[in-house]
Nanobody, 124 residues
Framework: QVQLVESGGGLVQAGGSLRLSCAASGRTFARYAVGWFRQGPGREREFVAGINWVGGSTYYVDSVKGRFTISRDNAKNTVYLQMNSLKPEDTAVYYC?????????????????WGPGTQVTVSS
């Protein structure tokens, strides 16, 4: 099992940047694929970015490509989401999720472990 905790959210002006962190417990975190999801006001939760456990290949939803970067530091049991050029429509609660030996999954149902989320608010 793994436990996840997100941090790094906050209030930022449009055009600004934030870096979210997803810290995990457990000695086998390197074997987990990790995804970032978000849920904006009145919207369903959606996939944002993911990184698999083998080779660290990354994948993004089109709306964040070129602005967001997901990375991982297995020595620190942490996955990051660097968010640049933020827009008001990026406002949401951001969640990280993990799946053991996962690949390029985009669906919530594919992830077994979830953090409680961190709020990101982008003002115009």
């Amino acid at each position: 099992q793994v436990q996840l905790v997100e941090s790094g959210g906050g209030l930022v002006q449009a055009g600004g940047s934030l870096r979210l962190s997803c810290a995990a417990s457990g000695r086998t975190f390197a074997r987990y694929a990790v995804g970032w999801f978000r849920q904006g006001p009145g919207r369903e939760r959606e996939f944002v970015a993911g990184i698999n456990w083998v080779g660290g290949s990354t994948y993004y939803v089109d709306s964040v490509k070129g602005r967001f970067t997901i990375s991982r530091d297995n020595a620190k049991n942490t996955v990051y989401l660097q968010m640049n050029s933020l827009k008001p429509e990026d406002t949401a609660v951001y969640y990280c999720a993990a799946e053991f030996l996962g690949g390029n999954e985009h669906a919530e149902k594919d992830y077994d472990y979830w953090g409680p989320g961190t709020q990101v608010t982008v003002s115009s």
